[in-house]
């Protein structure tokens, strides 16, 4: 699977959007974007995924740029339940790519 | 429909005893993959079970081993316990095609402590 790249933390006011970008330009043609959050101590809770178009949910958006070696989850009107810590992972829909490879994700701090 | 549940929720151990997790898929889905999540390396993939087979193993030791039943359950066992196995242990449950495995959605997890 690809590798990512993301910022270790960011902030965000709450009502605010939060917009979190991921650097994948390793990406394959057949390898889709996922998103998922860990709030402390809790597993991993999926948002979204796409492969090349933007992705819309009750949670979040997913922005894919046309390259497709980047990409920007945004959360419209983020709360302090937000706070979490957010990864981005590339991974291929084969049955050799049923692993998950986590980085280290970002720690977005939702500020009243 | 109910999520992933996994039991124990909190362990403790000793060195040297072994340790079974048990984890429920979500209803309908066959595939469950099981992760470490430690503050040192962070979330790391053990193995994927479907159809009660083994299909995929992460880099651990044999110490580390599972099984799936004919209702899609799954036990990971942990034998002769070290320190490092202190970890959250985290299983996953995503529905399996021949095109391989689905989106996974994660339980709370099992917190075990070694002693």
């Known amino acids: 699977d690809a590798k990512t790249t993301q910022p270790p933390s960011m902030d965000c006011a709450e009502g605010r959007a939060a917009n979190l970008p991921c650097n994948h330009s390793?990406?394959?043609?057949?390898?889709?974007v996922y998103w998922y959050r860990q709030i402390h101590s809790q597993g991993p809770q999926y948002i979204i995924h796409?492969?090349?178009n933007n992705e819309t949910n009750e949670m979040a958006s997913l922005i894919i740029t046309e390259d497709r070696k980047s990409s920007t989850l945004i959360l419209p009107h983020a709360t302090l339940r937000d706070t979490a810590v957010y990864y981005c992972?590339?991974?291929?829909?084969?049955?050799?790519?049923?692993?998950?490879?986590f980085g280290e994700g970002t720690q977005l701090t939702v500020n009243p | 429909k109910a999520g992933v549940t996994q039991t124990p929720r909190y362990l403790i151990k000793t060195r040297g005893q072994q340790v079974t997790l048990s984890c429920s898929p979500i209803?309908?889905?066959?595939?469950v993959s099981w992760y470490q999540q430690t503050p040192g390396q962070g979330l790391q993939f053990l193995f994927e079970?479907?159809?009660?087979?083994?299909?995929n193993k992460g880099n651990f030791p044999g110490r580390f081993s599972g099984r799936q039943f004919s209702n899609s359950r799954s036990e990971m066992n942990v034998s002769t316990l070290e320190l490092g196995d202190s970890a959250l242990y985290l299983c996953a449950s995503s529905f399996r095609s021949s095109g391989g495995s689905g989106t996974q959605y994660f339980g709370p997890g099992t917190r075990l402590l070694v002693l």
């Open positions: 209803s309908g889905h066959r595939s």
């Open positions: 079970y479907f159809s009660e087979t083994q299909r």
């Open positions: 796409g492969l090349k």
């Open positions: 390793t990406i394959s043609g057949n390898e889709y």
């Open positions: 992972i590339v991974r291929v829909l084969a049955p050799s790519g049923s692993r998950l490879t």
